[in-house]
């Protein structure tokens, strides 16, 4: 379940003249109480440069373990990284979400691929052995890397990309209300672009095909 999402198909499609039709879709609860506009473009803006402390944590280094092995941000040198997060047991936004990831990496041509590493980072580690990650992101192919973060880096590591989450339901039983985000990284943790669950994949190919201009 959604804690806080962008509906928009991008994040520069936060301005000033769509505001008013992006807000009713959010679902964090607090954001509908919030009636000054001062206040939401604050909110969005501070929202919207998360990740810039990253270095400062050595976010990058953080070993992220799959079942393939460990690995770290930092080990994709010169690579773009698309970077998601959710859990297996996820009702609708993250195969959404990993559906538009996957379909972005079908869009790549060969040697575009080879620049680009969509990481699906788990909420729910209890659950979510590293064979089942492995599993699950199989199935929407594109070469996407099912990892989990090791329980005393992990606050730090969501906290650099301001990931929410908790548990709803009973101890075995349960979904994660959590963040959607999907992030555009270079290796160094820096976020490009920041996008929502329900970017397209002909967006997500258009921001990476921006970032490759740009390098």
């Known amino acids: ?43 969005l803006a501070i929202i919207l440069s998360s990740g810039c402390t990253s270095e400062k944590s050595n976010v990058a280094d953080i070993v992220l373990n799959s079942a393939q092995g460990e690995t770290k941000l930092s080990s994709y040198k010169n690579k773009l990284i698309l970077l998601s997060f959710g859990y297996t047991h996820c009702p609708d936004i993250c195969p959404a979400t990993l559906s538009h990831v996957s379909h972005a990496m079908d869009l790549l041509s060969k040697s575009e691929k080879e620049r680009v590493q969509p990481i699906f980072v788990t909420l729910d580690p209890e659950r979510d052995t590293l064979d089942k990650l492995e599993e699950y992101v199989g199935f929407f192919g594109g070469n996407i890397l099912g990892v989990s973060v090791d329980s005393g880096q992990s606050e730090s590591f969501l906290k650099a990309f301001s990931i929410e989450s908790f548990k709803d339901g009973d101890e075995e039983d349960y979904t994660i209300n959590h963040s959607t985000y999907l992030f555009l990284l270079d290796d160094q943790a820096k976020v490009l672009d920041m996008m929502g669950h329900k970017t397209s994949g002909e967006f997500i190919v258009e921001s990476i095909r921006n970032k490759f201009k740009e390098k």
């Not at 009713?24 to 001062?38: A, Q, S, V, W």
């Open 1 to 43: 379940q959604a804690l806080l999402s962008f509906p928009t198909r991008r994040s520069s499609d936060l301005s000033l003249n769509n505001l008013g039709k992006l807000l009713p879709d959010y679902y964090y609860f607090y954001l509908m109480k919030i009636r000054n506009i001062t206040k939401i473009i604050l909110l």
